[in-house]
């Protein structure tokens, strides 16, 4: 597979079991090439060989049955298909059969980002997981969202993520690396933007890390800063809002507290109150020039103090 | 058109036919309502029997009022073949329904801490 | 009907209305209960509607040419691929090849007057075109076209701000009218069939429009209460799909693909009649497996039923479901291999002619086994976990709709262009046309199966710089084929105008439809035929039986 | 009239002619009531399903349910359909008097169903219950599944009641203009046929969604 390597991270050695999967990739597609050809090779060698001009009308013969041949192209076929089914069941047995031993990771699919907790509450906007151990991440989306699907093109891993489920997979990260995180399940206007990676990192590295107060392995210590920033970025709100003042899908961020908006409802102050609520209860006073449905709400994800250091750190944002 | 003429016999002996099924719905409906009453069961055998009662009057209603009996092979065939088609509709709809996320399922049984 | 029409004369110039006879030409067409000319009626609205989403797909394509924004806004690109989707699905590939040729050829092949039910028929082309017009609406009012793609999965189709309901209120009527063309067409295969013509003396094709009319009967239904259910969610609000007040999204997809899976049969059932009937022809010998074609199309039917789950791989359905359904899905595999194995068991000995109608059909037949076995490929769940949603399944199914329908479609337009409009269409053009359109499908999708195995989802409106050179081959691609298939229906515009003349049977095809003149009269038959041959009796190369229609017509003088 | 061909041996064969087919006709409709068999056994199967999953919920839900009114719809429709049928009969042996008053009788019960059913549907909203009101957003996800099924289930079913007295007052015109007579009366006989059906659907509905509440189970 080296030579398809041209996407980042695409090894038959990402996790435990992309080899195999590549394997039954490969072996079901030769098995149904050399299939077609039995169809393909007879055809065009009869196209020649009986063609108008070589086999004029008053030679063509009329053969209606052959019991023998019609059995074989009956029989031979179902075996093979039976062949390719159990290569199809040995993946998915091996992709579903979730280890006991394994670590969970939360995984929350939104409009339109990826957020990640992990058992001691620390949450990251990539997910970051140790070499060599088993990871099973429990994957869902708030209710009032959509589906998505989460999908590791290098890990072969896919599956949907829906809302009020919980969703699993599982994986065995082998090889270090940063790999990418798609959603391939239609979403809405950034689906195509509802992109992550997977870091795989050495484990002493992915343990130091995760007890340590740093946002991301080897980045500064965030304790000292401000919780709202750390908060924009772990929710993902910034996927579909600038710190600057350009729209993405929704406003950006620069000076939003405290200037006048136009709403539906007539003109009002983007105070606190106002942002509370837009937070929590997205569709209910929308500006003008946007529109409902778009943004999920927060209500049941973040905690009222949580609202409150994201707002503060907003305002300090002018 | 039915090349059968229809004889006044046959019109009485209509009548009487449809008479007797709808005495015999009145008293299934009768039944239905009143079910509760005297067998009282739990949901499972109120909903059983309800089923059973329903399930005598659609055939009922199918065979004598919508003159399934005498209706040619191809409406009979028709009409076996939807049932048949709705059943299996039911019964995958069932196996998906009654594994999804259960220990019955194949492989999630090895998953412990779900 | 009342008023005198001359029923002998070719049915450009009689016609039979709901509303006795009118002076005007328009009224006399859009009133007609004629089988003909409604099928005709059919396929003019629907080239208009192919040419559409044909746009709408090339100008995806050319936003796709480099990442970034090209063209669209990323809600504009949802918008195109679901009009795209949609339009290419409930208005032209469902209803295609049942509702033009199942219309126009089957009652002659059978040998009746028309279809059981005409007024029933043209209410259905109102239908069509009241839901056609309803799409178009949609697309051009308040909000805007539906951006949920043609699948409506909730709770997206539920949240979006889009026209959906309008489109849902759409896509249940063409229901409708698909549901009254299947029910129109099995009574008529029961019921009108020449005497003498039993089941098994029916042309292959007659038996791919009632295989494919009892799926429109039995499946079209279930997506019709689920269009429904997702219109009354909309609108009043009920929950059935909505996981806020418990409902489940899932049960949604379950739904919807118990009709559209079956509805993919629905869609080649008729595709794989046409391509019975060409390969007999143009082999000019009898067609090897009679029985096994016709029974073969049964069987792909019935077992269309039982397999919709393999679109739902991932979405958290049972693993048991899951391996049940992957089971069963292999199943669909062999009678469609038997169909193959028959046809070029049919060439075998045979004098092989390579018309227009045939080239297609040769070229189908590798598209489409591209896209077949790669459908298996499909159904092996482990591997499906790795390309679902991708650009693999777009390559797979657009080498099965187009590189099998849709060619199928045109070459069954070249096959009985001469029987329907009496003249020949442009040779060369039609045989460069569809090289065109072979090398440009090729061009088009090969590259999706690697970019789809390698990390390109499916409707994205950006994606990743590696990929930029599997959509720019593509890119390619889809100029060859959009011009080709112009050019096919540019080809028939013109030759239905100044074509060569070509009598009642250029192709010495063998079944009834061949006996009669082109275009043949509005009664069809002035006397029907007692068919006690079979379908396709070649002798040396030569129909046997010749001309029922022309003895037929001596008697009764 | 119809059609006579001869085949070799000089045996003659009757055409079938689309215009005067009563069996194709007969067979068109049962067709029809097929696919309205699957448009309503998709929402029996949606039922199916949630009552599996919220089974104590549907049965609290159902003790809402008005039985007299529920009751009372049962038998009017069950008599509509015995009206109907001897409508029919009449009609066959040439009592067309008759089989009209039968057909206004069942035209008069359909609309008496559809009376009863606003009074039902009216007593919900009284009770603040209609499809996403604030009263079942409150109420527990089942009862919502429930009261979504029973508005969409019943308001379809309505629908078919209205549309089926549309239908009879044009086969009513058909039998005042002799169009249907004792020699031609098959549609007549269709429409009996969807009316029978629309009963059948409420049979059905009856169990599903009045009779569960009666039972002991969910009462925790």
Redesign the interface.
Known sequence: METLSAVEGFWDNATALTASADHAAYMIHVILVALMMTVLAPMFYFLYKYSAKRHPKEKAENITHNISLELAWTIIPTMLMMVIFYYGYIVIKDNRTMPTDAKHIKVIGKMWSWAYEYPNGKKTDKLYVPQNENIILDMTAPKGDVIHAFWIPAFRQKEDVVPGRMTQLWFNATRLGEYDVECTEYCGDRHSYMLSKVVVLPKDEYYAWINSNSAYPGGPDTSSEPMGKTLLTNNGCISCHSMGDETLVGPGFKGIVGRMVKTANGEMTSDRAYLKDAILDPDKDIVDGFSAGMMPTSAGVLSEEEVNQIIDYLSTNK | ??TKE?T?K??QE??IM?GKI?AL??FL?GV??L??LFI????????FL??V??SI??FL??AY??HLKT??D??KG??YF?VF??GV??VI??ID??MDDSVLDMFQAVTASH | MGHHVDETASFYKATHTVFGHHESKFLQWIFTVDHKRIGILYGIVMMIFFVVALGTAGLMRYELMAPGADFFTPAGFNQAFSLHGIIMIFLFIVPGIPAIFGNIIMPLMIG???????R?NLLTWWLFLAGASIALYSALSGTGFADTGWTFYAPYSIKTDTNVVLILFAAFLLGMAS?FTG??F???I???R???MGFFKMPLFVWGIYSTAWIQ??????V???L??AI?ERV?????FDPT????PI?LQH?FW?YSHPAVYLMILPAFGVISEIVTTFSRREVFGYHAIALSSASIAGIGYLVWGHHLFSSGMSETAKIIFSFLTFFVAIPTGIKFYDWIATMYKGSIVMEAPMLLTVLTIITFAIGGITGVTLAAIGFDNQVHDTYYVVAHFHYVMLGGVVFMLFAGMFYWFPKVTGKMYNKLSANISIWAVFIGINFLWMPMFFAGYLGMPRRYFDYLPEFQIYHQIAGIGAVLVIGSLLMMLWNFIRSAKNGEECGENPWNGTTLEWHLPSPPPLGNFA????V?FRPYEFEKGEPKVKDVYQDTKKETK | MS?I????NNNA??????N?????A???M???L??????????F??Y???F????DDF?QASKNMN?WLG?LN??IL??S??CL??SV?FM??NKVLESKRFLLATIALAIAFIVVKYFEWSAEFHHGI???SPTL?GM???A??Y???Y??LTG?HGLHIILGIVAMFWVLGKVNNGEIN???FIVLENF??YW??V??VW??V???FY??G?????AH
């Open positions: 058109m039915d229809f006044e046959d019109f209509q009548i449809y709808l719905l009145l409906t239905t309502f079910q509760p009282s069961q739990g949901l499972e055998g109120t909903l309800q089923l009662l329903a009057k659609g209603i199918v009022y919508m209706a040619s191809v409406i028709t009409v939807t088609i709705l509709l039911f709809m069932g329904s009654n | 009746a007057k028309d279809v059981s039910f005409p029933l549901i029910l129109n099995v009574v008529t029961h019921r009108l020449a005497p003498g009967v039995l499946a079209t239904p279930v019709g209460i689920t429904l259910l009354f009043f609000g009920i929950g059935i007040k418990g409902g489940d049960l739904l118990i006397k029907t035929p007692y006690d | 059609e061909i001869y085949d070799k064969h009757e055409v079938t002619d689309f005067d087919d009563v069996e194709g007969r067979q068109g049962w067709l029809f097929f696919t309205e068999l699957m448009l309503f056994g998709g929402i199967i949606t199916a399903v949630y599996f999953d919220f089974t049965v039985l009751g049962t038998v069950l008599i359909a015995g049928a001897m009969v066959k042996a209609w499809p996403d957003r527990s996800d089942g919502n599944m009261f979504g099924l508005f969409t379809l004792a020699k031609k009996a046929l029978d059906y009963h059948l049979v059905f009856v169990p599903l009779m569960i009666l039972s002991t189970g969910g």
